[in-house]
Nanobody, 124 residues
Framework: QAQLVESGGGLVQAGGSLRLSCAAS????????MGWFRQAPGKEREFVAS????????SYADSVKGRFTISRDNAKNTVYLQMNSLKPEDTAVYYC?????????????????WGQGTQVTVSS
C-alpha cells in the first residue's frame, strides 16, 4: 500500500532550522511530483513548496521563499524540506503529498497521496 511518512518536526526557537523528510513506500514515487503543505490551528491547509519528478522545477509560497528549500532523492524515495530562519508563524503540522501527474502543484486537489503530518513548533 502506498504510504508517505513525514519526520523531522519538533520544537525550535525563532531563527533556527529544521529539515523535514518524507519517506515514500509501497509504490514508485520517482515519477511523481511532490509537495509540502502545512496547516496551523484554526487555519486552512496551505501550500508550502513543490518539486517536479526530476527535481528540475520547484515552486514556493511567497511566505517561505528564500528561507525554505525543497529537494528530493529518488534513489532513496525521499523528499526533503530544509527550513531556515524559522518564524513563529511557521508553526503548523506539515504534510507531504504525491502528485501522479509528475509536476507538483500549489493546489492540494492535484495530489493523490498524503502523509499523516509532522508537527513543527517555532517559539519566539
Amino acid at each position: 500500500q502506498a504510504q508517505l511518512v513525514e519526520s523531522g518536526g519538533g520544537l525550535v526557537q525563532a531563527g533556527g532550522s529544521l529539515r523535514l523528510s518524507c519517506a515514500a513506500s509501497g509504490r514508485t514515487f520517482s515519477l511523481d511530483g511532490m509537495g509540502w503543505f502545512r496547516q496551523a490551528p484554526g487555519k486552512e491547509r496551505e501550500f508550502v513548496a513543490s518539486i517536479s519528478w526530476n527535481g528540475g522545477r520547484t515552486s514556493y509560497a511567497d511566505s517561505v521563499k528564500g528561507r525554505f528549500t525543497i529537494s528530493r532523492d529518488n534513489a532513496k524515495n525521499t523528499v526533503y524540506l530544509q527550513m531556515n530562519s524559522l518564524k513563529p508563524e511557521d508553526t503548523a503540522v506539515y504534510y507531504c503529498a504525491a502528485d501522479r501527474g509528475g509536476w507538483g502543484s500549489s493546489r492540494d486537489s492535484e495530489y493523490d497521496y498524503w502523509g499523516q503530518g509532522t508537527q513543527v513548533t517555532v517559539s519566539s
